[in-house]
């Protein structure tokens, strides 16, 4: 298991920016698979975002491409979510999460979960 800690999340009006951040110690960072979910009052959790341990390959839903952008410096042992252009439906308990495969499509997310950091955007 690797430890997680989030930061960054707020209040933001909607079209705004916020940057998460994820420090992750415990592990070597770098040979983890690093991702972040969210969850909203009352519904399921859903993926966000993605990057493979050399941070060269991303995913995200459609939901989110085009205005999120995840990032890792793994001298630092970080994962960042830039989001931009945020919307009220952005709103939710933002999760940073890690897997040791190497393939993102086969994560399963079982080496760790941060504890979360609230996102909220409002009209």
């Known amino acids: 298991q690797v430890q997680l800690v989030e930061s960054g999340g707020g209040l933001v009006q909607a079209g705004g920016s916020l940057r998460l951040s994820c420090v992750a110690s415990g592990r070597t960072f770098s040979l983890y698979t690093m991702g972040w979910f969210r969850q909203a009052p009352g519904k399921e959790r859903e993926f966000v975002a993605a990057i493979n341990r050399g941070g060269g390959t991303t995913s995200y839903p459609d939901s989110v491409k085009g205005r999120f952008t995840i990032s890792r410096d793994n001298a630092k042992n970080t994962v960042y979510l830039q989001m931009n252009s945020l919307k009220p439906e952005d709103t939710a308990v933002y999760y940073c999460?890690?897997?040791?495969?190497?393939?993102?499509?086969?994560?399963?997310?079982?080496?760790?979960w941060g504890q979360g950091t609230q996102v909220t955007v409002s009209l």
């Open positions: 999460v890690a897997d040791s495969k190497f393939d993102l499509a086969l994560a399963t997310w079982t080496a760790g």
